[in-house]
Antibody, heavy 119, light 111 residues
Framework: QGQLVQSGAQVKKPGASVEVSCKAS????????IHWVRQAPGQGLEWMGI????????SYTQKFQGRVTMTGDTSTSTVYMELSSLRSEDTAVYYCVYAHSGSYFLEVWGQGTTVTVSS | QSALTQPASVSGSPGQSITISCTGT?????????VSWYQQHPGKAPKLIIY???NRPSGVSHRFSGSKSGNTASLTISGLQAEDEADYHC???????????FGSGTKVIVL
């Protein structure tokens, strides 16, 4: 089973952007999609979008379209999620998760990255 | 507000069985057999325990089982153990730009 290791916690001011990285190991990077899911404090999970590392195709939920960008680097087996125009409601733990291209479940989760938006 | 409805908490004594419900709509739970369940201990990342309604990944205890009827999916934990105390999240594939919807999570309390 593979592993996803995410970058560390960040504190950002409202209006700024944040980039979270997610490095994959232990599996064929281009054979699995990477999803991004976030969890606000004391809240449930929220799906943000998906990237296919093979080719870089993405799909974002409408809520984040225009504010989120997901990219991948096959040379380092790393994907990135950038969220712009941050507001306090974006304070959350952000998870990357891999899933086989033919599956409909989120298989292996990264450890999570806490993003705090505060003035 | 979460798309899928789960009870806030469910409790049981060690050895008992409990069931957590997850109610969606005909656009998600009722339409697709792609319901999954995730276990999350405090401060930890979620872990997949059930996929495609009633399948367990390798290494997940047989005490966890899933089912679905209409727009409602269920997770049953049999032989409840102290280590089962955690939050449980259901999820369903759905049509549209939001491919996956989640419930608000259910806290399982082992008495």
């Amino acid at each position: 089973q593979g592993q996803l290791v995410q970058s560390g916690a960040q504190v950002k001011k409202p209006g700024a952007s944040v980039e979270v990285s997610c490095k994959a190991s232990g599996y064929t990077f281009t054979s699995y999609y990477i999803h991004w899911v976030r969890q606000a404090p004391g809240q449930g999970l929220e799906w943000m979008g998906i990237i296919n590392p093979r080719g870089g195709g993405t799909s974002y939920t409408q809520k984040f379209q225009g504010r989120v960008t997901m990219t991948g680097d096959t040379s380092t087996s790393t994907v990135y999620m950038e969220l712009s125009s941050l507001r306090s409601e974006d304070t959350a733990v952000y998870y990357c998760v891999y899933a086989h291209s033919g599956s409909y479940f989120l298989e292996v989760w990264g450890q999570g990255t806490t993003v705090t938006v505060s003035s | 507000q979460s798309a899928l409805t789960q009870p806030a908490s469910v409790s049981g004594s060690p050895g008992q069985s409990i069931t957590i419900s997850c109610t969606g709509t005909s656009s998600d739970v009722g339409r697709y057999n792609y319901v999954s369940w995730y276990q999350q201990h405090p401060g930890k990342a979620p872990k997949l325990i059930i996929y495609d309604v009633n399948n367990r990944p390798s290494g997940v205890s047989h005490r966890f089982s899933g089912s679905k009827s209409g727009n409602t999916a269920s997770l049953t934990i049999s032989g409840l153990q102290a280590e089962d105390e955690a939050d449980y999240h259901c999820s369903s594939y759905t049509s549209g730009s939001t491919r996956y919807v989640f419930g608000s999570g259910t806290k399982v309390i082992v008495l």
